[in-house]
Structure formats: structure tokens, C-alpha cells
């Protein structure tokens, strides 16, 4: 079984997705970590966006890993745990020249469907109804005010002690969303199929008994169509 999450920054995707995961007992699939963890090596070798061969070399030479903590996932490269450095505004603000490079999506696709193959999933990130997982059985796009979900990430950054204006927030959102919205390769749009959720005036917890009971209505339609 796998369920499918994409939506923009802020949304509450990663919140919804693990929380969901733990209610069904399913994995929980982080894919943004997976190009975050790509964008931290990358960086950290000096390896440019605009360098194929060394990219090339550096994917072969990964292994990325999720270990389920207590608060949140851990997400592991070679054994190191990148789950704190990875969501650092140095690699937020680099990692779509990562992201959007053919040979790094076609290596996190062959990770990410081999995960699905394995496991039964709440997978979470900006293709994976679409490209990733298109025969998906539940499908949802996450969304919510560009507004709202600046407010979140604001009040996010706050608790971790980065003091970022919220326009300077609300700015990156929105270069976040274009750089998303307009990429070349599999960018972020509802996928066919997938159930759109407004969660601008929602809690987390309403949004998860929201997707629990489209979820289950789904599967039920699905019994009582192949017993008919
Ligand atoms: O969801 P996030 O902020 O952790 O995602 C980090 C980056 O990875 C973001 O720039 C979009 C990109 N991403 C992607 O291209 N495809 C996905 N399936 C998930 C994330």
C-alpha cells in the first residue's frame, strides 16, 4: 500500500505524513531528505551543480539510510546521522540546483521506488503521485495560503533560535514555490488521481483524521467495487 503526499513548503506534508505513517503502521518515506542528503555531500566536497562527472561519482558512492527516533525520523549517510544538519538554511537554499539535475532525480527515484517495493508507505514531497508512485491507490496534494504557510515556517525557524524576518520568510517561500512549480524535471503539481486538501485553516491533527477518513473510504470503495 502506498499513500502519496505532495504539496509546497509548509504545507504540514513531513508533520502529516509521519504521523499518518505511525496511526496505519506504515513507513514513513521523507523524500526531500533524500535530496537534501545529496545537496549536504555536494556541498561539503565542493562539488558543483554544474559537474556531472563528480555528481555522477558522488551517487554512486552513497548509501542514505531513515531510522525511525523518538520526535522525528533520523535520516543517515553512510551510517553518519544528517538528520539535524541536513535541515540547516545553507542546504534549504541550495538544494534545488541539486534537486533538479536529471542523474540525481533518475538515482532518488531507483532509492525511493525500492523503498515502496518493500514497505507499504506514507510517502511525502513534490512527485511522488506523480512520478514517483503515479499507480499510488491514495493520492493527496497538500496546500494551503502562501501566508499561512510562511507564518508556519516562521514560527519554525523561531523555535529553533533563527531569527528571520517573517518577510524574508515569506520571500523564500515564494522563490521556493517558482523554483518548484516551474523546474523542467518532474515538477511540483497535483498529481492525476490525487484528493487536493486546503490545510490553511487546519491543525495538524485535523488534517490527519481529514486524510485517515478519505483513506479509508477510498479502500472501503474498493472492497465493495470487487465484491460486487
Ligand atoms: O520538502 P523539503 O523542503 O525537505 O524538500 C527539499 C527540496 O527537495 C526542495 O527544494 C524540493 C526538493 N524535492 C523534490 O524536488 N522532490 C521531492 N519529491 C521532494 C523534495
Redesign the pocket.
Known sequence: MIITI?GP?GTG??TVARLLAKRLEYRYL???????VITYQALKNKISADDPARMAKLLKSIRVSFKEGKASQQVMLNGKNLTGEIRRPHI?NN??QY??LPLV?KA?LKI?REIGKKHSIVG?????GSV?FPDAKIKFYLNATVKERALRRYKELKKKGIKDSYSKVLKEIKE?DK??TT?KL?P?RKAKGAIRVDTTSLSIQQVINKLLKLACCILEADRLIQIK
Do not use: I, N, W
Open positions: 505532495d513548503a506534508k513531513s521523507d523524500t526531500g531528505a533524500l535530496y537534501r534549504t538544494v534545488y534537486a533538479e532525480r532518488m525511493q511525502e514531497g513534490r512527485d511522488l514517483v521556493r523554483r518548484d523546474r518532474a511540483l
